[in-house]
């Protein structure tokens, strides 16, 4: 799977949700809560083919990742969480 369309959603400095790709060097999209940003990601990520969504916190730890079809997913988790 490649690592360059993979999406990470965070607080910014100006206290906005971003959505940027992981080779990015800017945010693709800024919004002003963080549901709307993963939501985008999800859209963008689909659009591509599919990749890892990670998603920080308000404290910048990594809250939660996700795998997006059509990704390939090696090692699928057993957990509930989506």
């Keep these: 799977m490649s690592k360059d369309r993979d999406r990470m959603v965070y607080k910014n ?3 906005n949700w971003a959505n940027k790709r992981n ?3 800017r945010a693709s999209s800024v919004h002003s809560t963080q549901k709307e940003a993963i939501d985008t990601a999800r859209e963008m ?7 890892e969504l990670t998603t920080k916190g308000v404290n910048g730890r990594i809250r939660s990742k996700d795998t997006i079809a059509p990704g390939n997913d090696p090692c699928p988790p057993r957990d509930t969480e989506y």
Aim: net charge negative.
């Design 23 to 25: 080779d990015a060097g």
């Design 45 to 51: 990520l689909n659009n591509q083919g599919g990749g």
């Design 13 to 15: 400095a100006e206290g």
